[in-house]
């Protein structure tokens, strides 16, 4: 089975400044891919940036992008120039390919603060 | 719609009784996954459906919580003789591709079921 942690319940940081969310995971697979999902108090999940775990390269959306470590089993988000509404709870997650469910396991999340 | 939909938005019900919800995934969505998540939590794996066939159940935490997907579109969970420990955020997820981890899942916004 796989486990995500996310060990930082919460933290803040200053409008236009950048912050890192920490996300480390288990897995005896090879193929499979990791995601960060942004939840508002609206409650919506919202994806943010997803990657192979098949690729080496990092994978970015604007300003968000990752800094993936396959062999430390490491999957951190870089968020840059942060906005207000970037404050969200944010939460890592792992999804399988293999066989045919395709769920995804989620992380505890960290409540992201951003001050203006 | 374009997204996917769940209703109601909030629920509220006495132990004991029996409630149902309901999830309208993206048109054309094959797979649908259904989540718990309690508060200040990771959404945890319910079920899974790809087309009307439950391909995994194993997420579901008693005989009392069913799931069906007759024709391959809506979904309802139903969850008999409810628990206080049942209250939660009940989230909705639909996804294009049958058995491709990448494929991103979209959320609903939930349904916050308490129990009194």
């Known amino acids: 089975a796989q486990t995500v942690t996310q060990s930082q319940p919460e933290m803040s940081v200053q409008e236009a400044e950048t912050v890192t969310l920490s996300c480390t995971y288990d897995?005896?697979?090879?193929?499979?891919?990791l995601f960060w999902y942004k939840q508002p108090p609206s409650r919506q999940m919202i994806l943010v940036i997803r990657?192979?775990?098949?690729?080496?390269q990092n994978a970015t959306e604007n300003r968000f992008s990752v800094n993936f470590q396959k062999a430390a089993k490491s999957f951190s988000l870089k968020i840059s120039d942060s906005q207000l509404g970037d404050t969200a709870m944010y939460f890592c997650?792992?999804?399988?390919?293999?066989?045919?469910?395709?769920?995804?396991?989620f992380g505890k999340g960290i409540t992201l603060s951003v001050r203006p | 719609g374009a997204g996917v939909s769940q209703s109601p938005r909030y629920k509220v019900a006495k132990r004991g009784q029996d409630v149902a919800l309901r999830c309208d995934p993206i048109?054309?969505?094959?797979?649908l996954f259904w989540y718990q998540q309690a508060l200040g939590q990771g959404p945890e794996f319910l079920t899974y459906?790809?087309?009307?066939?439950?391909?995994?159940k194993s997420g579901l935490p008693s005989d009392r919580f069913f799931a069906e997907r007759p024709e391959g579109s809506v979904s309802t969970l139903k969850i008999q003789r409810t628990q206080q420990e049942d209250s939660a955020v009940y989230l909705c997820?639909?996804?294009?591709?049958?058995?491709?981890?990448?494929?991103?899942?979209?959320f609903g916004d939930g349904t916050r079921l308490s129990i009194l």
């Open positions: 997820a639909s996804s294009f591709y049958r058995d491709r981890g990448s494929q991103p899942q979209h």
């Open positions: 897995t005896s697979e090879n193929n499979y891919y």
């Open positions: 990657q192979e775990a098949y690729k080496q």
């Open positions: 997650a792992f999804g399988s390919s293999a066989g045919a469910n395709s769920k995804l396991t």
């Open positions: 048109s054309g969505h094959v797979s």
């Open positions: 459906f790809q087309n009307e066939a439950q391909l995994d």
